[in-house]
């Protein structure tokens, strides 16, 4: 898992790419419970729908695994019990397995044949390390807009003019995505046929996908023809990404930039033309002079009356009436 992707939008990659399942493995059951309301409350940038609305989701409180089960949350403890066929004691689940005494001889593991699996062997496996995700203080590593004062035309104008930094690429892609929560049916439909098609979430989808870096290394070890694992070199991953973010960026035109920043402008101003204020008159306030002499004669009364309470009213009260001149 790369700086850019946090667990759900990587397990929804693997997910939408390989149409598996995607078991998320946790030491003890409260991190499962907190991994679970992640998950519940986990709004992708490019779809407005919750990760739990997308995918079905389940943390396992039995030995039941339901079949149409998308992403799994188990307890180590959970896991080794199920594989083993076993009845677990569910206070084991609150403790740490490395907080225990480890066996000199690593647990032999039988796989259970009642656990739902595809028919084919098992070859392919994405590991998650989440460690201390929970444990810590949460925040993002990076901030997607990192340009938030540059304008959100002056970003799609510069993309389209061939800029592939990932500041402004990440920028773009945010503001977008941050529109895109405000946007109507009918303004969805306009961007989409400006864009040829492409609904605004796809073009999100897109740009972020082209600064990704496991996608950056994927495309820069094609370019260089070597296989996965080896090092590609810097020049080939800069080649890489000014590719993917030009491929990405392909849709973006004059009319449909404009037509972005003229919705956005709307969102951000509402003028009401329809009902438009009227003055009904214009007039000294009668009563100003009396009470702004009310409030001077209040305040004159409040400092005498704790000229003793307060040592600098004490102070000013003490000296001679013609030395009392204020100063500032």
Same mark, same amino acid.
């Given at each position: 898992?790369?700086?850019?992707?946090?667990?759900?939008?990587?397990?929804?990659?693997?997910?939408?790419?390989?149409?598996?399942?995607?078991?998320?493995?946790?030491?003890?059951?409260?991190?499962?419970?907190?991994?679970?309301?992640?998950?519940?409350?986990?709004?992708?940038?490019?779809?407005?729908?919750?990760?739990?609305?997308?995918?079905?989701?389940?943390?396992?409180?039995?030995?039941?695994? %339901?079949?149409?089960?998308?992403?799994?949350?188990?307890?180590?403890?959970?896991?080794?019990?199920?594989?083993?066929?076993?009845?677990?004691?569910?206070?084991?689940?609150?403790?740490?397995? %490395?907080?225990?005494?480890?066996?000199?001889? !690593?647990?032999?593991? =039988?796989?259970?044949?009642?656990? !739902?699996?595809?028919?084919? =062997?098992?070859?392919?496996?994405?590991?998650?390390?989440?460690?201390?995700?929970?444990?810590?203080?949460?925040?993002?590593?990076? !901030?997607?807009?990192?340009?938030?004062?540059?304008?959100?035309?002056?970003?799609?104008?510069?993309?389209?003019?061939? %800029?592939?930094?990932?500041?402004?690429?990440?920028?773009?892609?945010?503001?977008? =995505?941050?529109?895109?929560?405000?946007?109507?049916?009918?303004?969805?439909?306009?961007?989409?046929?400006?864009?040829?098609?492409?609904?605004?979430?796809?073009?999100?989808?897109?740009?972020?996908?082209?600064?990704? %870096?496991?996608?950056?290394?994927?495309?820069?070890?094609?370019?260089?023809?070597?296989?996965?694992?080896?090092?590609?070199?810097?020049?080939?991953?800069?080649?890489?990404?000014?590719?993917?973010?030009?491929?990405?960026?392909?849709?973006?035109?004059?009319?449909?930039?404009?037509?972005?920043?003229?919705?956005?402008?709307?969102?951000?101003?509402?003028?009401?033309?329809?009902?438009?204020?009227?003055?009904?008159?214009?007039?000294?306030?009668?009563?100003? =002079?009396?009470?702004?002499?009310?409030?001077?004669?209040?305040?004159?009364?409040?400092?005498?009356?704790?000229?003793?309470?307060?040592?600098?009213?004490?102070?000013?009260?003490?000296?001679?009436?013609?030395?009392?001149?204020?100063?500032?």
């Amino acid at each position: 898992m790369t700086a850019n992707q946090n667990p759900e939008q990587k397990a929804r990659d693997h997910i939408d790419a390989h149409g598996k399942r995607v078991l998320f493995l946790v030491d003890t059951k409260n991190l499962g419970e907190q991994a679970e309301q992640e998950m519940m409350s986990y709004v992708p940038l490019d779809d407005n729908r919750k990760f739990t609305e997308l995918y079905n989701v389940q943390r396992l409180k039995s030995s039941f695994v %339901a079949k149409d089960s998308q992403v799994c949350i188990s307890t180590i403890q959970r896991l080794y019990s199920i594989l083993k066929d076993k009845e677990l004691d569910e206070a084991t689940e609150q403790i740490n397995p %490395a907080e225990l005494a480890q066996p000199k001889v !690593p647990m032999p593991v =039988a796989y259970n044949e009642k656990v !739902p699996s595809a028919v084919s =062997a098992k070859t392919h496996y994405v590991i998650v390390d989440a460690i201390g995700v929970t444990k810590s203080l949460k925040t993002a590593s990076q !901030p997607l807009i990192t340009k938030p004062t540059v304008p959100l035309k002056d970003l799609a104008m510069s993309v389209m003019m061939g %800029a592939t930094e990932e500041d402004t690429v990440s920028s773009l892609a945010g503001s977008l =995505a941050r529109l895109n929560k405000q946007l109507s049916t009918d303004e969805q439909r306009r961007i989409r046929d400006a864009a040829g098609g492409m609904e605004l979430t796809q073009l999100v989808g897109k740009l972020f996908g082209a600064i990704d %870096a496991d996608n950056i290394e994927a495309k820069a070890l094609e370019l260089a023809g070597q296989r996965v694992g080896t090092d590609s070199g810097d020049a080939k991953r800069e080649l890489a990404q000014q590719q993917l973010v030009s491929e990405a960026a392909c849709v973006l035109n004059g009319d449909l930039i404009d037509l972005i920043d003229t919705i956005r402008r709307d969102k951000e101003q509402t003028i009401d033309h329809d009902n438009i204020d009227s003055l009904l008159r214009a007039e000294w306030d009668k009563d100003a =002079a009396n009470n702004a002499q009310a409030l001077t004669d209040e305040f004159a009364d409040y400092l005498k009356a704790n000229q003793d309470n307060i040592e600098a009213l004490t102070i000013f009260f003490s000296q001679p009436y013609r030395r009392r001149e204020l100063s500032f």
